[in-house]
């Protein structure tokens, strides 16, 4: 019931706003393999949020160094996901390019992945961030493999023709972290300790590409 002494100013409860969620789906690049957890990408992406004022979750990470993109999918069924997020980042391929897997069947599975990603979201598209596969070739590793690089380099290449365009195709944003992986040829300090995986410095020039987009989503 509403009161009727008009000196008594009405008191309005604040609703709790809870914080925003976010769910990372990869391999090893997005647990930050070989660099401290805070140093991978979904945890800077994270803080470069936070610093704008987005009160963000830390991350759930499905992810496992050398996952395919039919384990990503298997694990994720296991999880049983049946929370929506409020983003979602997608990054998986480059184990299924080591292991020479088929460039057909990568497209399927990665279509299923991305529309899992949807769901995650909520349906909401706009709130889907696919990053592109480095090219691991141009690491220290890379280049002692025994393998040519310039034809990982092509491989690569071929893979993220396709996750671009499905991405794309589905309304989905796009992220080519690809020409700046292969900068690690020349600047070791995008490499972490390991001689294969990004540091915590390369993981930053993701984070930042990602961040005014996930802004403009969540806006």
Same mark, same amino acid.
């Given at each position: 019931?509403l009161?009727?002494d008009q000196?008594?100013p009405?008191?309005?409860?604040p609703?709790?706003?809870?914080?925003?969620s976010?769910?990372a789906?990869?391999?090893?690049?997005t647990?930050?393999?070989?660099?401290a957890?805070q140093? !991978?990408? &979904? #945890?800077?992406?994270?803080?470069l949020l936070?610093a704008?004022?987005?009160?963000?979750?830390s991350p759930?990470?499905? *992810?496992t160094t050398?996952?395919t993109?039919?384990?990503?999918?298997?694990?994720i069924k296991q999880?049983?996901?049946?929370?929506?997020?409020d983003f979602?980042?997608?990054?998986?391929?480059?184990n299924?390019q080591y292991r020479?897997?088929?460039i057909e069947?990568?497209k399927?599975e990665?279509?299923a992945l991305?529309?899992?990603?949807i769901?995650?979201?909520?349906?909401r598209k706009d709130?889907?961030?696919v990053?592109?596969i480095?090219d691991?070739g !141009?690491? &220290? #590793?890379?280049?002692?493999?025994?393998?040519?690089?310039?034809t990982i380099a092509?491989?690569i290449?071929?893979?993220? *023709?396709?996750n671009?365009?499905?991405?794309?195709?589905?309304g989905v944003?796009?992220t080519?972290?690809?020409?700046?992986s292969?900068?690690?040829?020349t600047?070791?300090g995008?490499?972490?300790?390991?001689g294969?995986?990004?540091?915590?410095k390369m993981?930053a020039s993701?984070?930042?590409?990602?961040?005014p987009?996930?802004?403009k989503?969540?806006d």
């Amino acid at each position: 019931m509403l009161s009727t002494d008009q000196t008594t100013p009405a008191i309005t409860t604040p609703a709790h706003k809870e914080k925003l969620s976010y769910l990372a789906l990869g391999d090893s690049y997005t647990i930050g393999e070989a660099v401290a957890p805070q140093e !991978s990408f &979904p #945890f800077q992406l994270q803080d470069l949020l936070s610093a704008k004022n987005l009160d963000v979750s830390s991350p759930r990470i499905i *992810a496992t160094t050398g996952w395919t993109t039919d384990e990503l999918q298997s694990a994720i069924k296991q999880a049983d996901i049946q929370k929506k997020y409020d983003f979602v980042t997608l990054l998986i391929g480059v184990n299924n390019q080591y292991r020479g897997y088929p460039i057909e069947r990568y497209k399927e599975e990665f279509s299923a992945l991305l529309q899992n990603a949807i769901v995650f979201a909520s349906g909401r598209k706009d709130r889907v961030f696919v990053v592109s596969i480095p090219d691991w070739g !141009s690491t &220290p #590793f890379g280049k002692g493999s025994g393998k040519d690089i310039n034809t990982i380099a092509k491989e690569i290449d071929a893979f993220n *023709a396709v996750n671009q365009t499905i991405a794309l195709a589905a309304g989905v944003s796009y992220t080519d972290i690809t020409p700046a992986s292969r900068n690690a040829a020349t600047d070791l300090g995008l490499v972490a300790k390991d001689g294969l995986h990004p540091s915590g410095k390369m993981y930053a020039s993701w984070a930042d590409e990602l961040s005014p987009k996930v802004l403009k989503a969540l806006d």
